[in-house]
């Protein structure tokens, strides 16, 4: 718990007066997100598209790497709206697709971003990528 407060704190997240264990962030717009660690969950503003709940579940590192992106990508500008977490759609294989973040510009997907826990998982997906497409290719 203590290192997640530190992580938080490190983003610049403040503790919410009154609410215990829970940190807070404001961003351009009125956009907020709320980090509670009582329940382990990350809120995100409601201007943030949510495809489902799988990235607001902080007990998963992942996670804290999509909130760590997503806190960056609002501090440099990028409207709340245009991002969309969880984002699914069909695949050509017949299988669906999800990725960690999507950034939309003029309503049309325009980055996709796949985030990973550690170094570890990363090389294992960039290995799968060069062998035979991986989830890039899904």
């Known amino acids: 718990m203590e290192k997640l407060v530190e992580i938080l704190e490190s983003l610049h ?30 809120i995100y503003d409601k201007k943030i ?26 501090e440099i500008g990028y409207s709340a709206n245009s991002i969309y977490l969880e984002k699914r759609w069909k695949s050509g294989r017949g299988t669906s697709g999800k990725a960690d973040i999507v950034i939309y510009k003029n309503k049309v997907p325009h980055t996709i971003i796949e985030c990973k826990k550690d170094v570890n998982e990363f090389n294992k997906e960039k290995n799968k990528m060069l062998s035979n497409g991986g989830q890039l290719f899904t």
Do not use: A, H, W
């Open 13 to 42: 997240f403040e503790p919410r007066e009154s609410f215990e264990k829970m940190y807070f962030k404001k961003y351009n717009n009125n956009t907020q997100i709320l980090v509670d660690l009582k329940q382990e969950k990350i």
């Open 49 to 74: 598209n949510l495809g489902d709940f799988t990235t607001s579940n902080i007990k998963k590192r992942e996670n804290l790497v999509v909130l760590e992106c997503v806190n960056r990508l609002l």
